[in-house]
């Protein structure tokens, strides 16, 4: 039985706890939270063994095999680190680390002491990019990407989150070196990281104050995100993030010399795109007869999923958290790879250094070296 | 049961009151109703991130130098200090009201009023903290249909199970105001309103029915709604933070000549828009609440448990509801009737339709 434990109690930690519970073989034996009514109020609602305050304690006391780190982003680094000298395996939530050179040192050090560690990049999980991934391991495409396309979009508005961040000055988004988009853009950068060959792609971002911000005095955060990525081989990769585009995409599109593919996250669905063309008029009747039926197919899909009670709104968090807890028990491969970990903080790292120069100042350049050590 | 005298109150009109959630619905009202009856010296806590709109129209209320807005988070242990310095009342309606987040909503009501209450231990000169709470802490389940929800009704025992992160975070900030009362001391009275309504909020309530699956579906029927117009509400805090000899006691907050679901279904259709709408009788509500329960449980919650027999019991099983302990005990009369509490809801929802 492998004994879980999750330190930080607030929203994202109650999926951890709901999707670890559907788990076999695994039980919560301690959660943790600075906060002690915090870490009782998830002990109350989930089979939990024990609350804390005091994570060396719970680290003594529970003895747990993993930890989950659902804190806020900017204690990601010191408290991972803290759980692998302490000999536990570490799941810490997107974003992984604040700098590219934290991120390196954990998985230096999970390494030399022989243990592992993911990230909560869990949509790359979901049954749709799963299916996508076999696709292009498939050769689908035809060759490796040409050119990719993620959108990563949130909807801001006066209420919820965006009030909260809105109105405090003191929000701890606000402290994070790249704001709210370090928050976010992770899961869209992940994407495109996955299927980049070069561990240095060249990145150009262009981001800016919504006119929506603009109009409430905000002129700190960022809420417009354009990025362009490019590598030697010569494929390219565009990374949207916008607050205000309709529809709120979460979107993947990926291009090969043959064929390609589109996956959007909220709808759950796959489409493949076909790299000839029919001739004449006939261009004009037949792709869209073929695009309903792949639609429908995917509903097929989507449909038996949810009749075998396998389309949680968490499933990709609860294939991950499975995969990584296989990876430690089996020995096998941890399921995202550190190398596309490391990539992902270096692209992050680029971007911010782009929108705010004070970001490279505090930043050091470490050498993407031995990133296929997983 | 005392009958209450008209102005037998804990502090004199120089005492200062706190008000959490000053600029909020309720909040604006019951600043407003204090103002009114004379308590000048009244302290109003907004988050910061409170709409300069709302933060200007309360600072209308009163030209005086004694209505003090502060800018503060309950979350901080420093700001709840600065807050309650020398106040004789605290007022507390903030709350993480519209969270759908367990972990939100119980940080926003349950850490909140800890950090409130520790932070009036040291205040020697504190009298009264009104804790305001709501319908959903109560467990309607074992009565019968049609009996009496009131203040000796049992509260939720596992609040978790109803799936609404509201009734779960209401519910232990009651259980800690409690604890607090017997261990600590403080002087508590807790306030219990119905579905507060009036301009400010013209979301139907729940317990009239759901929108949720596209056609509107009736639920509540022949059920009384236990409404209050948000005048009528301010009023009852208000008094609960002023009247003498009521410490520790609950109340809830009802007003008279409550409608029916039906009834203000069919003046909300007449009056404001017509939609259609499906009837679903309590029999079937109750199977489908339960059948959606059984579901959750058995797909390990692939749905969110959002209907289950728990919130069926509390929104949509018949049940009547008095307000006359509220009426012996804190002298509170509505100022609004019910018809006129409507009439000028239904204005202000045409007014929004008129907008949108």
């Not at chain 1, 434990?5 to 600075?34: F, L, M, N, P, T």
């Not at chain 1, 999970?110 to 996508?132: P, S, Y």
């Not at chain 1, 430690?328 to 270096?346: F, H, K, Q, S």
């Amino acid at each position: 039985m492998l004994r879980i434990a999750i330190v930080g109690c607030g929203k994202i930690a109650d999926s951890h706890a709901s999707q670890i519970q559907r788990i076999k073989g695994c039980e919560i034996v301690g959660v943790c939270d600075r906060e002690p009514l915090m870490a009782r109020q998830l002990y109350e609602r989930f089979p939990v063994q024990a609350y804390y305050s005091d994570m060396t304690l719970m680290l003594g006391e529970s003895r747990p095999d993993v930890v989950h780190i659902t804190t806020p982003p900017e204690s990601h680094h010191d408290l991972a680190r803290f759980c692998l000298e302490s000999g536990c395996h570490v799941y810490v939530e997107k974003p992984f680390t604040l700098f590219e050179h934290d991120a390196q040192d954990l998985i230096s050090l999970a390494n030399e002491r022989g243990l592992k560690i993911t990230t909560g990049h869990d949509d790359q999980f979901t049954h749709v990019a799963r299916r996508m991934r076999a696709l292009v391991q498939s050769g689908f495409l035809g060759s490796g990407p040409v050119h990719m396309e993620s959108y990563y979009c949130y909807e801001l508005s006066d209420t919820g989150y965006a009030g909260a961040l809105l109105g405090d000055k003191q929000h701890w988004i606000r402290r994070l070196p790249g704001k709210l988009l370090q928050n976010i853009i992770s899961h869209g950068v992940a994407r495109i990281a996955e299927f980049l060959t070069s561990d240095s792609p060249e990145v150009i971002a262009h981001g800016f104050s919504s006119p929506f911000l603009k109009s409430r005095g905000e002129t700190e955060i960022i809420d417009e995100l354009r990025v362009i990525i490019s590598e030697d081989s010569g494929a390219t990769a565009y990374f949207t993030f916008s607050s205000q585009m309709r529809p709120s995409l979460h979107m993947f599109r990926i291009y090969g010399k043959k064929n390609g593919l589109v996956l959007d996250h909220d709808q759950e669905t796959l489409i493949k795109l076909r790299g000839t063309r029919f001739k004449s008029y006939v261009e004009k009747f037949v792709p869209p007869v073929i695009f309903a039926k792949q639609y429908l197919g995917n509903l097929r899909t989507n449909l038996k999923c949810f009749l075998a009670r396998d389309f949680h709104m968490k499933s990709g968090m609860k294939y991950l958290i499975e995969s990584f807890y296989g990876s430690i028990e089996e020995g096998t491969p941890v399921p995202i790879p550190y190398r596309e970990i490391l990539l992902t903080a270096r692209i992050m790292d680029a971007i911010f250094a782009q929108l705010d120069p004070k970001h490279s100042q505090i930043r050091e350049e470490i050498p993407l070296q031995s990133l296929s050590t997983s | 049961m005392k009958r209450t005298k008209e102005n037998d109150f804990i502090i004199r009109p120089d005492d200062l009151i706190l008000v959490t959630g000053a600029t909020g619905f309720i909040g604006s009202r019951v600043v407003r109703i204090l103002l009114n009856r004379g308590f000048h010296k009244i302290r109003c806590l907004a988050r910061p991130s409170t709409q300069p709109s709302k933060v200007a129209a309360l600072r209308n209320q009163a030209t005086g130098p004694e209505l003090q807005l502060f800018s503060g988070n309950l979350l901080s242990r420093e700001d709840c200090a600065a807050a309650t310095k020398g106040v004789a009342v605290v007022i507390h309606l903030a709350a993480g009201r519209g969270e759908k987040s367990f972990p939100d909503a119980f940080m926003n009501s349950v850490v909140t009023t800890r950090n409130l209450l520790d932070a009036c231990l040291g205040n020697q000169r504190l009298k009264r903290f009104v804790n305001v709470s709501s319908f959903a802490v109560y467990n309607n389940a074992e009565k019968t249909q049609g009996n009496l929800l009131d203040e000796t009704c049992p509260v939720e025992m596992h609040p978790e199970a109803r799936g609404e992160a509201y009734c779960f975070a209401k519910t232990k900030q009651d259980e800690m105001v409690t604890e607090y009362g017997k261990e600590h001391g403080i002087p508590y009275v807790i306030v219990r309103p119905g579905a507060v309504y009036g301009p400010g909020n013209l979301a139907i309530s729940g317990r009239v029915g759901i929108g949720t699956f596209g056609l509107f579906l009736h639920l509540g029927g022949s059920n009384p709604i236990p409404l209050t117009y948000v005048d009528n509400c301010a009023e009852a805090i208000a008094l609960a933070g002023l009247r003498a000899g009521i410490e520790g006691e609950v109340f809830n907050i009802v007003d008279d000549d409550l409608p029916s679901s039906r009834e203000f279904l069919r003046l909300y259709k007449r009056q404001v828009k017509r939609f259609p709408s499906l009837y679903i009788p309590k029999v079937v509500s109750y199977c489908m609440c339960h059948l959606w329960e059984r579901y959750c449980a058995w797909s390990q919650g692939q749905l969110p448990p959002a209907f289950n027999r728990s919130r069926w019991n509390s929104f949509w099983k018949k049940t009547d509801y008095t307000n006359e302990k509220l009426k012996e005990r804190l002298g509170w009369k509505p100022v609004i009737s019910t018809q006129d509490g409507l009439q000028s809801y239904f204005e202000a929802c045409r007014a929004e339709e008129g907008h949108a």
